[in-house]
């Protein structure tokens, strides 16, 4: 997997540089048809026996990186892929942060295959991994979290998203002692920020994309830290889609592994604006730059890479 990285960083470069254009724009639908065509294009480049896991839906409501579609060159390894190639479309169009384009990697089988609803997602970074229990109660995992990172409780730093759904937990989680940093949108890259200790974010916690779950769930996997999840199916026929899906109880809670059943994973995100932890792209005299993260699950390794791009590189709007 490890020798697919820099393809995988080509692949979000280039889109992160097809979606620009619609930074600010107001256009979802134009801002991912581009960023999703790009991607297509460059997976279609690679050695690899790819299917898409995780991608922009189902193949009758999505014409392109469908659950199911093959790509690459069909003469490599067997990969599972997942895709988000917006992660943020809203905070793309609207000119704000938290937009990323972002790809996660790992052998033939590995990843889940999560359909597109919400899912409670617990994630916390390498030194409380086997401490949490998405099961138990929030103070129980808060105060295990606390004991695991050396902490008093009310030292702890909970990532939640701003979501009216939240404010239960939000406030449960401030009466617990602990305190609680929201963010607007991209859960992939919060969940991820866990595990940088930089950050100083102990638990990350809340309801979003399934999708995005898997994507986050490789990051942390690849950089030692946990992920337990919760699929919600809202209703019959969401229930019916985790059946189709391989997913025989729903109301399971999934274990990390269950998740991204493999280290040997890999993880690239560029960013289109900028985020806790990478920066937009920039425009300096005719050139662009990107910033990006690879994450090697092999040697647990995280890579900041900042790319040169000459105008051409932008397609055109
Ligand atoms: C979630 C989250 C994503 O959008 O899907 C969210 O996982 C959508 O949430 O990271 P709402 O339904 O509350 O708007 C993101 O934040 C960005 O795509």
Not at 232 to 258: A, F, S, Y
Not at 273 to 278: D, K
Not at 281 to 289: L, V
């Amino acid at each position: 997997m490890k020798s697919l990285l820099l393809d995988f960083l080509r692949v979000t470069e280039a889109s992160a540089l097809a979606a620009l254009p619609w930074v600010g724009s107001g256009d979802k639908i134009a801002a991912d048809d581009v960023a999703t065509k790009t991607m297509r294009q460059y997976l279609n480049q690679m050695e690899i026996q790819g299917t898409i896991v995780i991608g922009e839906g189902e193949i009758d409501n999505a014409p392109m990186l469908y659950i199911g579609e093959k790509v690459g060159l069909g003469n490599g390894p067997g990969v599972d892929i997942a895709v988000d190639p917006i992660e943020g479309t809203t905070p793309t169009i609207n000119g704000q942060g938290n937009a990323i384009t972002v790809i996660a990697a790992a052998p033939k089988g590995s990843l889940l295959h999560a359909p597109d609803m919400y899912m409670e997602k617990m994630a916390v970074g390498p030194k409380a991994k086997g401490k949490i229990d998405i099961t138990a109660s929030l103070k129980d995992n808060i105060e295990a979290v606390a004991k695991a990172n050396d902490k008093k409780v009310s030292e702890l730093n909970v990532l939640v998203q701003d979501r009216p759904r939240h404010h239960e937990y939000i406030d449960a989680i401030r009466a617990i002692g602990a305190k609680v940093y929201l963010f607007n949108d991209g859960d992939v890259i919060y969940a991820t920020a866990t595990c940088i200790p930089s950050k100083n974010i102990d638990m990350f916690f809340g309801v979003g994309g399934a999708p995005e779950g898997v994507l986050g769930a490789v990051a942390l996997k690849a950089l030692g830290g946990e992920m337990q999840a919760k699929l919600l199916p809202k209703d019959d026929e969401e229930w019916q889609r985790c059946m189709e899906m391989g997913i025989m109880e729903p109301e399971n809670p999934l274990t990390h592994v269950q998740l991204v059943g493999s280290d040997d994973c890999i993880f690239a995100a560029t960013g289109i604006t900028e985020n806790i932890f990478l920066d937009g792209i920039k425009e300096d005299h005719g050139n662009y730059f990107t910033h990006s993260i690879l994450i090697n699950g092999k040697e647990n390794k995280l890579h900041y890479i900042k790319s040169q791009h000459e105008r051409n590189a932008i397609l055109n709007k």
